[in-house]
């Protein structure tokens, strides 16, 4: 009972702290800095992750589209098929995970370190609101990241399978590509951009409040980091189940 | 300067603090003196508005700390510098960088060279030099990390500077030149200070008044003499062994 208690608090503790930051995003001063510094590390930081896992998961996709379609003479379609994969689902799930072990762990560590060397309590107590400094920019930046590089696993992802379905599957690249644009719409590029966009906002309020609110010296920054990758990887994939329902439900 | 009245705290079923009342007047040092546990670092963060009392209210500059939250309290915080026990500077902050960053978030057009030199006039109060601005907090000793956070809280001119433990872990003569910049903070800048410390000679050299915690309330309380002859029997064992000593 007293766990259900504290899982029940402790939610409610993200949801203020999601609240709490919201708020603090619209107060001046904008530290467009901080901003930039933030999107430096978990955007460029991250894009050659992205990069060679999309690469990869592109290049997968082609050899098991092409396995299950030539059952049924339809390779053709492989590339539509690696395309949707990718654009809906696989660029921004994928690229959610990668930021999430990457950037989400390094959110924690760095805020829970502060956090039990007293820093935080240093920053509150010159007058500076943490959720200001420390982690609006942090949460801007991994939201407004976060489709960009789906974006880039995107691409690179149907780069690779590409390769592979043409030059090693030998499908006719014609109609791989026709079949890529007749299947592929607009919506599904926003259906794709609104989820990375969401999991952005989703993986970085788990990271920061989880290093905010860390106690207990360097074993309970380590437990805080450990659930900050545990819950966000959960939370993207029952964010990721709810916006597809409300999309094609 | 600084009033609390009737103070109680509690964690869980462990209460920390029972019904603590002292005031600070303004331009004095007040040393919280107390062992280990005794509550002093709880105290010291009620002052700031990092803890909310249970029962009780803190009341700093005209202004009801305890009742505060949110963006109201951040700007309260104005009045305050803090050096904390660690010494809490930003450690992706270069010295420079950490001294200057009060002035900073307050005056944010300050021109570089002004800030600069004030940050050289902080630093020098504890005796340090620019030969440290680009030093590292990973790079300086305990005793150089202490004086830099008394420069930190110092260089934003504020009313009140809170210290957490300042002389705990370090030499003889580094506890010694703290306590000078405590005394120096308060007669150059005419600061109000709180200490908190269990260290009975540092804060019977700093303090105009002190109090004894024990147990979550105050043993006693007044001028060092007059805590010195208290007849309370644990402020007599406190402070017979170190008296003993010299």
Do not use: C
Not at chain 2, 17 to 40: P, Q, R, Y
Not at chain 2, 199 to 204: G, L, R
Not at chain 2, 224 to 237: F, L, N
Request: no cysteine; aromatic share 8%; net charge negative.
């Amino acid at each position: 009972m007293g766990r259900i208690r504290a899982a029940f608090e402790d939610f409610g503790g993200q949801v203020l702290f999601a609240g709490e930051t919201l708020a603090w995003a619209f107060r001046p001063p904008f530290r467009f800095e901080l901003l930039l510094q933030q999107a430096a590390a978990i955007g460029v930081g991250s894009t050659f992750i992205v990069a060679v896992t999309g690469l990869f998961a592109g290049m997968v996709l082609a050899l098991q589209g092409n396995y299950a379609m030539r059952q049924f003479g339809a390779e053709g379609y492989v590339g539509g098929f690696v395309a949707i994969s990718l654009v809906r689902e696989l660029g921004p799930v994928f690229t959610a995970l990668m930021v999430t072990g990457r950037s989400g762990s390094a959110i924690t560590t760095e805020l829970g370190t502060m956090r039990v060397t007293e820093q935080i309590d240093a920053m509150e107590s010159m007058a500076v609101s943490p959720i200001h400094y420390l982690v609006v920019p942090r949460v801007l930046a991994a939201t407004l990241m976060m489709p960009i590089l789906a974006v880039v696993f995107t691409a690179t992802g149907y780069f690779g399978g590409y390769l592979i379905g043409v030059y090693v599957s030998l499908i006719p690249p014609g109609p791989y590509l026709d079949h890529t644009k007749a299947m592929l719409d607009v919506p599904d590029m926003t259906h794709g951009l609104t989820k990375a966009f969401m999991f952005g906002a989703v993986v970085s309020l788990i990271a920061t409040y989880r290093g905010y609110s860390a106690s207990g010296g360097a074993r309970g920054v380590g437990e805080a980091t450990t659930r900050a990758v545990v819950w966000s990887s959960v939370a993207i994939l029952m964010v990721d189940y709810l916006l597809t329902f409300i999309s094609i439900g | 300067m600084i009033r609390i009245d009737g103070l109680w705290k509690a964690f869980g079923d462990k209460e920390v603090l029972k019904g603590i009342t002292l005031d600070v007047e303004e331009g004095t040092t007040f040393v919280v003196l107390g062992a280990s546990g005794s509550g002093k670092t709880v105290l010291l963060k009620h002052v700031i508005g990092l803890l909310k009392p249970d029962r009780g209210t803190v009341t700093v500059d005209g202004m009801a700390i305890s009742t505060l939250s949110g963006r109201e309290l951040t700007e309260a915080r104005g009045v305050f510098g803090m050096v904390f026990q660690g010494s809490a500077l930003f450690d992706s902050m270069t010295v420079f960088d950490n001294v200057a960053f009060p002035v900073r978030e307050r005056e944010r057009r300050i021109p570089h060279d002004e800030l600069l030199a004030r940050v050289i006039e902080s630093l020098r109060v504890v005796d340090l030099g620019e030969d440290v601005l680009d030093e590292w907090p990973a790079q300086l000793s305990g005793g150089m990390r202490k004086r830099v956070s008394l420069a930190r809280a110092l260089v934003a001119n504020p009313k009140i500077v809170l210290y957490d433990e300042p002389t705990t872990g370090l030499d003889p003569i580094t506890t010694n030149s703290v306590d000078s910049m405590i005394i120096q903070a308060k007669e150059r800048r005419g600061v109000t200070s709180m200490v908190i410390s269990h260290d009975i000679a540092s804060a019977f050299r700093v303090a105009d008044r002190l109090a004894v915690l024990y147990d979550g309330r105050i043993a006693a309380q007044g001028t060092p003499e007059e805590v010195r002859r208290s007849d309370d029997p644990y402020v007599q064992r406190f402070l017979s062994l170190w008296f003993e000593k010299q």
